[in-house]
């Protein structure tokens, strides 16, 4: 559909006022995707000036002119990034590959929660463990093993929670004559300690880490982290329950999974969410992010999914709370401060938690809440927050997925720039668009025309 800016922008074009009305193609992962059954003409985007959360930008490569049931088109085509993994469910036509009047302040992404962006968890800045197996094995890292003749004690850095009799692997240790496959747990001498059996006597000391892996299919969630990383097309989220509900995220393949306990969020006098005492976060330290030349309008966007912790379970929770803070000190609401603050009800109007997981929600800079005399330049760590409800408090059975955060500028004018086309993806069964990693696709964008 052309959008209300697009047709300034046509205008603009058939008159020779700007040298493009199409320049770029805009892919996005915000809204839910359609059904070949739903009838685009149903849904009016006329109003659109961004995508619900763009992931990329890239631009068109050729343009085309075909007729399609009787109906002529102008088809334009761009080309996907190679390397990284997508879901896509929405498309946009820009003019330009940003805009020139926004300059440093315009839109972008600021944390894709991949696996480089070093962030850190709880106050003693631990390791976030990364996760890559199916999410319903109990995944455990191994921290020490000692032989004596045949038997083998392994020392884990979390309590495992296995029991003797259970079969697991072990992987991953140096040297790898500690590696066992498929043995039976002998012995529990303590929470964090579990003895197997080889076949023949060990003589060799440990050297380095690996971890334990109880290889099950149950579709339960059950890892000991309370948070971890992973990847979106981990085997776990694409059971069929999952898929329909959209638990899975979209913005490249990386996110952080934060068991929906990990935090105690509550909301003080003047409706602002708390993190209570005692309550657990995930902590980006020294960095910066200064919005201060962006207008009070322009938005911050946090994209994320509810995770059901039983792939099978029918249970809904009451809210969904998350606090991204913006701090110069580390520690909640001291110093100077800004907060994201994110509720989701389960009756709030357009919400259904059993047939739609994945959210964004958008918050002007003006609307965050910020101490006294805040300022962008005093900002050094970020802090994120996030608890999930139910029966009035937090439960793990659920995990918030974080998968992005972006800024975008909806204010700087520009006459000949913006968005002039949008449509929301339709397939069979409303299901997202996947582009894997490491393989070229294409992308083509069509506009009807007609004579009025």
């Not at 493009?20 to 996005?28: K, L, P, R, V």
């Not at 999930?388 to 659920?398: E, G, L, N, Y």
């Amino acid at each position: 559909m052309i959008t209300n800016t697009g047709k300034n922008i046509l205008a603009k074009y058939l008159v020779g006022q700007t040298p493009s009305y199409a320049s770029h193609i805009a892919i996005g992962c915000g809204v839910k995707p359609l059904s070949t059954d739903d009838n685009l003409s149903d849904q009016d985007f006329s109003n659109k000036k961004s995508l619900s959360f763009e992931m990329f930008r890239v631009p068109i490569i050729s343009r085309g002119f075909v007729s399609e049931d009787g109906v002529s088109k102008v088809v334009l085509t761009a080309e996907l990034p190679t390397q990284d993994r997508y879901e896509i469910t929405e498309v946009g036509i820009y003019s330009g590959a940003s805009n020139p009047a926004a300059g440093n302040s315009d839109s972008k992404t600021i944390y894709s929660f991949s696996d480089t962006d070093n962030w850190k968890y709880g106050s003693q800045a631990s390791e976030i463990i990364s996760i890559y197996e199916p999410l319903d094995d109990r995944i455990v890292t191994v921290t020490n093993a000692v032989a004596s003749g045949t038997t083998i004690t392994y020392t884990t850095d979390t309590p495992h929670g296995l029991t003797t009799g259970t079969q697991i692997s072990v992987s991953g240790i140096l040297p790898s004559s500690f590696n066992l496959s498929n043995k039976n747990i002998v012995s529990v001498p303590t929470t964090t300690s579990f003895t197997l059996q080889s076949a023949s006597p060990v003589v060799a000391t440990f050297e380095s880490s690996g971890y334990l892996i109880n290889d099950v299919e149950t579709n339960v969630i059950n890892q000991v982290y309370p948070v971890f990383q992973t990847n979106a097309d981990n085997k776990t989220f694409t059971n069929s329950n999952r898929v329909l509900r959209y638990e899975r995220c979209r913005f490249l393949n990386n996110i952080i999974a934060i068991v929906g306990n990990n935090a105690n969020i509550s909301k003080n006098s003047a409706n602002h969410l708390i993190a209570e005492s005692g309550s657990n976060y995930i902590q980006l330290s020294d960095t910066a992010i200064d919005l201060s030349k962006n207008s009070p309008t322009d938005e911050l966007r946090l994209a994320f999914s509810l995770i059901n912790k039983n792939g099978a379970a029918v249970t809904i929770p009451d809210k969904v709370r998350v606090i991204v803070e913006f701090s110069s000190s580390g520690t909640f609401a001291t110093g100077s401060w800004a907060r994201f603050e994110a509720e989701i009800n389960y009756n709030d109007p357009g919400v259904n938690f059993a047939t739609n997981r994945y959210f964004v929600i958008s918050k002007q800079i003006q609307e965050l809440y910020k101490s006294d005399n805040f300022a962008w330049s005093d900002i050094n760590t970020v802090r994120i927050y996030s608890s999930v409800i139910k029966d009035s408090a937090p439960t793990s059975d659920f995990y918030v997925c974080l998968d992005g955060l972006r800024l975008e500028n909806t204010t700087s004018t520009n006459s000949v720039y913006g968005m002039t086309g949008y449509s929301v993806i339709r397939s069979t069964d409303a299901k997202t668009i996947i582009k894997s990693a490491n393989t070229t696709n294409y992308i083509e964008f069509r506009f009807s025309l007609d004579v009025a």
